[in-house]
Structure formats: C-alpha cells, structure tokens
C-alpha cells in the first residue's frame, strides 16, 4: 500500500522521467537508468543483460506482471509483521512529503478534469495479517483522504477492496502482494468497474442527444 505521507523513491522518479514521458521537476540525473540505483547492482544488471540476454522486465507486452507467482509465495503470517513495519512511519515528521504529494494528486484531478478523463482510485487488497499490524492512525489517514478528494471531485470514483472477502490466501504471494491468481480475479474486478462507467457515459450521451432532439 503507497501512503500520501511516503517521499517518492529517485527508482519511481527515473521511471516516470525516463518510460513514460512524465515530467517531474527533479534533477537533471533522473533522466539516466544506471543512475538510479546503487551503481554496483546496476552495473550487474548491465552485464546479465548484455552476456546472458537476461532483463529485469517483470511484466508481459500487455503489462500483466510476471514476478509474483503463486508457486514461490512467502508466508503470510511473516510477510505480513514485515511489511506493516517496514510501511509504518512517523506522521508527525512527514507534514511536508504529504501536502507536496496531495498538491500532486490534485494536479493530476485537475488535469484529469479538463481533458475529460475520469479516475478511478483503487486500494488493492491486503491479507489479514498485513492489515492487522498496520497503524491504525495511518491507514485511516491514507484512506479518508482519497475518500474526501473522490467526494469533492465529480470525475473520480474510489474502489476500497483492501478487506475484500473475495480475496483468500491462495490469492497472494505474500502479505501485501497479490499472485498471478489474485492479479488476475483484481483485474477482472476493474475491468468491470471500467465497462459500468464506459456504459453509463453512452447512457447518458444518449439521453442528452434525445433531449436535444425532442427540443
């Protein structure tokens, strides 16, 4: 789960300058691969890929990931301590990173709004004891903020699927990280949620072009 408290990693911002064209206003250096990370580990990576045709790509051509399969999933008890604590931080210390980030978010509503665009907010599910451990002040945060902004703003809706009962434990490599089984059942659920919106836009076109007409 990413918090709105959470500083974006220089690895997050390279990607975004780097593959998808985005602007981020960040260093001159965000616009190089090998720069990204530490460099030994890169310089490896630059070897695996040039001797042994090896990549770190992790996703098929249509973006369906590719690493998490169920065949190598991790304990969830375990996974799940793990991961709240490693995504547990000190709220009082990070006022900044967070209203630099709902600036960020509200620039994408705003940009979102004015080129027609809706935007669905997801949170993806979690197993039991990765939810349990979490901070319980954090994660209502987290959450009643994207409430609020979906409330406020007419082209978002906000899905919460993280308690979703649908989701069991085959459905996940570890406790915050869906498998290729648990992917797949969350994309169904989307790609519903996208042909209901897709429908009710035709709808309401329709309605609006009768009521023209009966003018």
Not at 63 to 70: E, K, P, Q, R, W
Not at 81 to 87: G, I, L, M, V
Not at 101 to 118: L, Q
Not at 163 to 177: E, G, L, P, V
């Amino acid at each position: 789960m990413y918090y709105l408290k959470f500083k974006i990693s220089l690895r997050t911002i390279k990607g975004l300058k780097y593959y998808y064209g985005i602007s981020t206003n960040e260093s001159y250096w965000n616009n190089f691969e090998i720069f990204s990370g530490k460099l030994p580990n890169n310089i490896s990576r630059a070897k695996a890929y040039l001797f042994k045709q090896r990549t770190d790509v992790t996703c098929t051509e249509l973006g369906f990931g590719t690493a998490y399969n169920s065949k190598d999933s991790k304990d969830l008890i375990e996974t799940g301590k793990t991961a709240a604590k490693r995504h547990t931080i000190e709220l009082d210390n990070n006022q900044f990173i967070f209203s630099k980030n709902i600036k960020t978010v509200n620039s994408i509503i705003e940009f979102s709004k004015n080129h027609n665009i809706k935007i669905i907010f997801i949170t993806c599910p979690a197993y039991s004891t990765y939810r349990e451990n979490l901070n319980p002040i954090q994660l209502d945060n987290s959450l009643n903020i994207i409430k609020q902004l979906s409330a406020k703003n007419k082209n978002t809706t906000y899905y919460n699927f993280l308690t979703d009962k649908t989701f069991i434990a085959d459905d996940y490599y570890d406790a915050d990280h869906l498998n290729e089984i648990g992917a797949k059942k969350l994309t169904l659920k989307i790609d519903s949620i996208i042909n209901n919106i897709e429908s009710t836009n035709v709808q309401q076109s329709f309605v609006k072009k009768a009521g023209s007409v009966l003018k």
